[in-house]
């Protein structure tokens, strides 16, 4: 599976910003899209999932009611909209995939087994 995020940018705070995972291989299998985030700093975190299968959604709690990750089957790919945007939203931004896990949805860096390269989201105040 090879993963590629792209659309990230500078943007005011307040702005919106949606980056997206582009996703090709055997990605029939893959259950979990989660988009993570890093900081300067600062360990890279978890910001949201989806479940393909279950359709069920989770976000890390500074990002609710701001961010939405949703589907995008037309292009296979993963999109993060991220609205409100604050400063402290400022870091790289990677997409990650994890095969199978069922119904359930994963927050951990090391459940996932494929990573895209980061894109650059930039805040300003």
């Known amino acids: 599976v090879q993963l590629q995020a792209f659309g990230g940018g500078l943007v005011q705070a307040g702005g919106s910003l949606r980056v997206s995972c582009g996703a090709s291989?055997?990605?029939?299998?893959?259950?979990?899209w989660g988009w993570f985030r890093q900081a300067p700093g600062k360990e890279r975190e978890f910001v949201a999932v989806?479940?393909?299968?279950?359709?069920?959604?989770r976000y890390v709690d500074s990002v609710k009611g701001r961010f939405t990750i949703s589907r995008d089957n037309g292009k296979n790919a993963v999109i993060l909209q991220m609205n409100s945007l604050k400063p402290e939203d400022t870091a790289v931004y990677y997409c990650a995939a994890k095969y199978r896990g069922g119904n359930s949805v994963y927050t951990r860096i090391s459940d996932y087994d494929y990573w895209g390269q980061g894109t650059q989201v930039t805040v300003s105040s």
């Open positions: 989806l479940n393909w299968s279950s359709r069920i959604t």
């Open positions: 291989g055997r990605t029939r299998d893959v259950y979990n």
